[in-house]
């Protein structure tokens, strides 16, 4: 294949190329390009059927015992793109715990890129960051797709992240809020779309002098409270 393809492209046909053992991404894009010419686009992806991948792994014959039909079908969603935005690869910052003194750890809510758009019952993954007044890192791109096979999606999705102390979101029902707060995580709803690491870099600005809700998570003492001791230490030495 001579002619270029987008990452996104790529991306997609190497998973269902993953989701199909034996087959290797080069044939499939080869075996795609036959059929809906170069270059391949995601339009033409979301054509693909799941008798026309069949019939493009094995021709004429047969399908292969080990693919059996959900094998199959998985491919065929890859293509499509469904469930592929967790899988989009992020550069990750370098971290090592005990690193970024006074930093706490953040979920966010993401479907594409590095931005806030997801719903907590719906997202595609979740962005974990380490964030401290100074720094905000991004140490981990956790896919959803799992957790929607449990019984109880909405446990799962918390186990995702549960070794996080904050979790932005657009939306987030009651029940689900109640199961992310069980798991020791604090939801915080911003329901209009925006680059994550905005919204971090106000959290950001807190950190030092932390609200309430925030000292609880992190352990210390809220600034407003301290204010409050002061003003009691001065009134005993009066």
Not at 20 to 46: F, M, N, Q, V
Not at 137 to 147: F, Y
Not at 168 to 174: E, R
Not at 208 to 233: C, N, Q, T
Request: hydrophobic share 45%.
């Amino acid at each position: 294949m001579s002619s270029p393809i987008t990452r996104e492209v790529a991306l997609r046909i190497g998973l269902a190329a993953r989701a199909l053992p034996g087959i290797e991404s080069r044939a499939l894009a080869a075996a795609l390009a036959d059929k809906y010419g170069l270059p391949l686009t995601e339009a033409a992806l979301a054509k693909i059927t799941v008798a026309e991948l069949k019939a493009m792994i094995q021709g004429d014959e047969v399908v292969q015992p080990d693919y059996d039909t959900e094998q199959i079908k998985e491919a065929v969603r890859l293509l499509w793109g469904e469930g592929v935005a967790g899988e989009t690869t992020l550069p990750l910052d370098a971290f090592s715990e005990g690193d970024m003194p006074g930093s706490i750890r953040v979920a966010v809510a993401s479907n594409t890129d590095e931005k806030l758009d997801g719903h907590f019952g719906s997202c595609e993954r979740f962005l974990v960051y380490q964030v401290s007044p100074t720094e905000i890192r991004l140490i981990g791109v956790r896919p959803t797709a799992g957790a929607d096979e449990a019984e109880d999606r909405n446990v799962a999705r918390s186990e995702i992240i549960q070794d996080c102390q904050v979790v932005y979101v657009q939306s987030i029902g009651g029940p689900a809020a109640a199961k992310v707060v069980r798991a020791g995580v604090h939801p915080v709803k911003i329901p209009k779309v925006a680059p994550a690491r905005d919204t971090l870099a106000q959290l950001q600005t807190t950190l030092l002098a932390p609200p309430p809700w925030l000292a609880k998570i992190m352990g210390v003492e809220a600034s407003s409270l301290a204010r409050f001791a002061e003003m009691g230490e001065e009134e005993e030495e009066a």
